[in-house]
């Protein structure tokens, strides 16, 4: 059945598809925003440890269901294997209004001026598709800023003397700082190193109608009840509403893109929340599924002119897939140093960022998130039991005397690390399912090795008695911040979309999230995202006023 025409049909109300659904509407365009979970709130969500945190950080109350959904996972044996999302190898997949944005730590980094020319700082890596970006920190900044002072960003990243060139400060300061905070910023700056105050999507004042922060230890994983965690569903999506432009419609599965014999995109086709076939036509269409199901969703949209699916005419969807090799370490402190202020996460450097002897790229170094006993339960030093008397003990002792550094390298794109649909297996609504496959590069480890080793000093000079590492393995990447399966760039043999983020071979279709990143930086991506769904939504309306989308 088809609905009545619209200018813009949306796939997925996260952090791209929130900012384009708002800037559009605004705009003046009708817009339909399609999301496949569910808008909840507060009420909707308790804080259950184990629940909430059964399977990653953010949080599987918020992901899609084991009943109706699952992927196909090729370990780097070659053996498959079915897998739903209560599973570690599915990755982190959202599935709400918001997206990942509901119930992230929120973290807002902006890449580094070099995090955007990989290629010409440190050259080609052999194993690795490596490229620069097809544009350039100074190109987004204004829409770094853009997206910091409208959806508000606090922290004080003055002290940190790598970032790039700033037109204004951050809207809000940091919060009062934790005492770990206190023993960490000593220790780096005893170090010679350059501490700051991490830049976060949170009020740490009132800002924009919504309150500050009340330093809960339930903030990554879950939802912030009292709305102070800034996400696209209570900030954007509520302005595009309310423009009277933009329709919502949640628990909606979509199907495939749909084209027409001219090679444009004509809308979609989607299940409804009954379960019904339904055809939503528009004159673009804007994918911001995320890394893993904007690329399932192309892939799926097969046609006379896009027989391999749309945009993959060079095989390049579904490619790069990246995430974050996650390296750093854990101290056992001799005095106390948890004093239970959320979100816990407050003090990073970005010393190691670039500039390591023999290596390509590095990664920020941060505290972590406020730890819950299920977090010091699983993280618990070498030789320490699971079970039993003696791991109760250790727990009793030590849970309030022990800190964690860690940061996300920045991992090397290999061109078999990537996504297809499965031949075989479906989902509930008989759509073709994802399936990974592939390995990070050898570099990814490497760095992660130097990483380590830099996080175990800070939290010796911090008074450390001892220190295990966290390393990631050599498995394939994505379990978290999903990037590069649809990446930007110049040349369509070589990328999915351009600097706008318009598939090249179809003038009136978009791909706006983490999938078009080109590499992942050494931060958590989402603020970078957000730049480029502000950037790419003022190229769609300037394009819309020249009749340039209008089929």
């Known amino acids: 059945m088809a609905l009545a025409r619209v200018n813009a049909v949306i796939v997925g ?3 791209g598809g929130g900012i384009v659904a708002q800037q559009l509407a605004e705009a003046g365009l009708t817009v339909v925003l399609l999301e496949r979970g569910k808008w909840y709130t507060a009420f909707d969500c308790r804080k259950d440890d184990l629940h909430n945190q059964r399977t990653s950080v953010l949080g599987c109350a918020f992901g899609p269901d084991d009943e109706r959904y699952r992927r196909v996972v090729v370990d780097p044996d070659g053996k498959q294997r079915v897998v739903v999302p209560s599973d570690g190898a599915y990755s982190n997949n959202a599935a709400c209004v918001g ?5 992230y730590g929120a973290m807002a980094w902006r890449y580094l001026e070099k995090d955007f020319r990989l290629r010409s700082t440190y050259g080609a890596v052999a194993g690795s598709t490596l490229d620069d970006w097809p544009i350039s920190y100074q190109d987004l900044e204004p829409y770094y800023t853009q997206a910091e002072w409208e959806l508000g960003v606090s922290g004080d990243d003055t002290p940190n003397i790598f970032k790039g060139p700033r037109s204004r400060p951050l809207p809000m300061p940091p919060l ?54 800034t996400g696209t569903h209570n900030t954007v999506i509520p302005l595009a509403l309310a423009t009277g432009n933009c329709t919502l419609r949640t628990e909606c599965e979509v199907k495939e893109v749909l084209t027409n014999e001219q090679g444009r995109v004509t809308g979609v086709a989607y299940f409804n929340e009954r379960g019904r076939l339904e055809e939503q036509l528009a004159d673009l269409v804007v994918v911001a599924a995320s890394a893993t199901e904007s690329p399932r969703l192309l892939l799926n949209s097969k046609s ?23 390296a750093g370490a854990y101290g056992l402190m001799e005095t106390d140093t948890y004093d239970d ?7 990073a450097i970005c010393d190691y960022s670039h500039g390591n002897p023999g290596l390509v790229g590095g990664a920020m170094l941060c505290n972590e998130f406020i730890r819950l006993p299920i977090h010091a339960a699983m993280l618990r030093p070498p030789g320490v039991p699971v079970w039993g008397a003696a791991h109760k003990a250790f727990m ?3 849970f309030n005397r022990w800190m964690a550094v860690q940061g996300p390298v920045q991992e090397m794109p290999v061109f078999e690390a990537r996504l297809q649909v499965d031949p075989r297996v479906v989902d509930a609504w008989g759509i073709p399912v994802a399936r990974l496959s592939g390995a990070r590069h050898p570099q990814d480890l490497e760095v992660a090795n130097y990483i380590s080793g830099k996080a175990a000093a800070w939290l010796k000079e911090a008074g450390a008695t001892s220190t295990w590492p966290k390393l990631p393995g050599k498995g394939l990447s994505g379990g978290q911040h999903q990037a590069g399966t649809c990446r930007m760039g110049n040349d369509p043999k070589t990328s999915v979309v351009d ?6 071979d179809v003038a009136n279709l978009f791909v706006v999230d983490c999938s078009v990143h080109v590499s992942n930086g050494g931060f958590n991506p989402v603020l970078t995202l957000m730049a480029i769904a502000y950037m790419a939504s003022e190229h769609m309306v300037q ?9």
């Not at 202020?341 to 003090?347: F, K, M, Q, R, V």
């Not at 600097?499 to 090249?504: A, I």
């Open 13 to 15: 109300a996260g952090a």
């Open 99 to 103: 997206g990942g944005t509901f119930s």
């Open 176 to 229: 009062p700082p934790s005492r770990e905070h206190l023993i960490l910023k000593a220790a780096a700056e005893r170090l010679k190193l350059h501490p700051f105050d991490i830049p976060m999507l949170r009020n740490t004042v009132p800002y924009n109608g919504r309150p500050s922060c009340m330093r809960c230890r339930w903030c990554v994983g879950f939802v912030c009840e009292c709305g102070a965690k």
């Open 304 to 326: 006379r002119l896009f027989p391999n699916g749309l945009g993959n005419r060079h095989d390049w969807v579904g490619r790069n897939l990246q995430g974050h090799a996650y």
């Open 341 to 347: 202020l959320g979100p816990g996460a407050s003090i």
């Open 396 to 398: 009793r002792n030590h």
């Open 499 to 504: 600097r706008y983020c318009r598939v090249h």
């Open 543 to 551: 394009a819309w006023k020249g009749t340039g989308m209008r089929g």
